[in-house]
């Protein structure tokens, strides 16, 4: 059963840093793509952009998937967890997901 609601980004739990883990998805096949961070800020850009939008830990700023690879995501549709505390963004991926050019992040395999 799908539940809706009415979203409000203030409802969600953020950490002590600010930020809410965002699992992004591929929305026809479920195929995990990679996963990264938001704030506040960022979740608000890419609900406006339709674009997934992260903030860089590392460096400390914003950046949009993409702008510099040409392999955007784009939202289709976004939804929270029970605890409100994760997302699950399912996108449009064009390219591949992944720094090292692998379509997703996750194609090592433990075991």
């Not at 699992?23 to 704030?39: G, R, S, T």
């Not at 997934?52 to 040409?70: A, D, I, L, N, P």
Request: positive net charge; proline residues 1%; contains cysteine.
């Amino acid at each position: 059963m799908k539940e809706k609601c009415k979203f409000r980004i203030g409802s969600l739990k953020f950490d002590k840093q600010g930020l809410i883990p965002a699992i992004i998805q591929d929305y026809k096949n479920k195929e995990v793509l990679m996963v990264a961070y938001m704030n506040k800020e960022s979740l608000r850009r890419t609900l406006k952009l339709g674009k997934t939008c992260f903030w860089s830990r590392s460096r400390k700023e914003y950046w949009v998937k993409g702008m510099t690879s040409g392999h955007f995501q784009f939202v289709k549709s976004l939804f929270y967890d029970c605890d409100m505390d994760a997302l699950l963004i399912q996108v449009r991926q064009v390219g591949v997901a992944c720094h090292t050019g692998m379509r997703t992040c996750f194609y090592r395999r433990a075991k």
